[in-house]
């Protein structure tokens, strides 16, 4: 059982950094399905990069590229006011097209070992410790204050004094700081990076956040919650019950529960009433 809950947490930390990136821009006011384009292209540039400028490095090339790709968003969304989801799906295929290409371009093909990375420990404590720190931030900092104001009502935030296109700006950079942080505990955890490597996980995080009502700590239960499904089902691989063979839905347990989150059927949780308005 311990090893379950160790492979759990271990699971639930990228959910829980790219659900944290979802945090700080829906709750801005931004919708933002592009969670897993950040990732995918982090986890890509964090892979290329390491190889170069040893794992510190990688993982901060594999951030800013994140954070380059969030600001895309924002400046598609604000500035040239593109439908979010749209602005979102692009944001995804832009990342799915360019790592396949980057990879395949700039990766080393006589170098088949494994690649220096930051250890997941320290993914792992940050995991645990940002979600603490951004419920503190909205209830007591500046930044969270203006943010939850710029994603409740965009225009009485602009009564008090407050640009919503600029709080949403940061808070899309937080997104791309969160997320990469997340790719590159990807890449950390089986040190090498594969094509669509993410399978899903920036989905599962924003299924997460619905989850938790757009709330810090909530979605990181929600996130555990995810970990520990993910964890159970590599537990129970290949084993039988009763003579009979573990089914298949297993694998596809954690992606069921996220669409029936997404669709609502977890009961109804309060959108940010200013998400979408500028």
């Known amino acids: ?30 919708t933002n399905i592009g969670l ?5 292209m982090s986890a890509c540039v964090t892979a290329l990069c390491s190889a170069h400028f040893g794992a510190l490095g990688g993982v901060a090339c594999g951030v800013l590229s994140s954070t380059l790709l969030s600001i895309l968003h924002w400046l598609s969304t604000q500035k040239y006011r593109i439908d979010h989801v749209i602005s979102g799906m692009a944001i995804n295929a832009i990342a799915a097209g360019g790592t396949n290409f980057l990879y395949g371009k700039f990766s080393d093909p006589n170098n088949s070992g494994k690649l220096v990375v930051m250890p997941t420990n320290y993914f792992v404590v940050a995991a645990i410790i940002v979600p603490f720190l951004l419920w503190v931030n909205s209830k007591y900092g500046r930044f969270g204050i203006r943010l939850m104001a710029a994603g409740s009502d965009p225009d009485k935030a602009r009564l008090m004094g407050t640009e919503p296109i600029t709080i949403r700006f940061w808070g899309l950079t937080a ?12 890449v950390s955890e089986v040190q090498a990076f594969t094509d669509n490597m993410t399978a899903g996980r920036g989905y599962i995080a924003l299924a997460a956040l619905i989850l938790g009502g757009w709330r810090p700590i909530p979605t990181f239960v929600a996130c555990l919650g995810f970990g520990f499904l993910s964890a159970l089902r590599v537990q129970l691989d290949g084993t039988q019950i009763f003579g009979a063979n573990i089914p298949a839905v297993w694998a596809s347990l954690p992606y069921i529960v996220t669409i029936v989150a997404l669709a609502g059927f977890f009961g109804r949780n309060r959108t940010p009433a200013g998400i979408g308005k500028l």
């Open 1 to 30: 059982m311990i090893d379950v809950l160790r492979l759990a947490l271990i699971m639930a930390t990228p959910l829980c950094l790219a659900a944290m990136g979802g945090y700080t821009s829906e709750r801005g006011g931004i």
């Open 36 to 40: 897993e384009g950040l990732m995918l």
């Open 175 to 186: 997104t791309g700081i969160f997320c990469g942080l997340a790719g590159s505990m990807l």
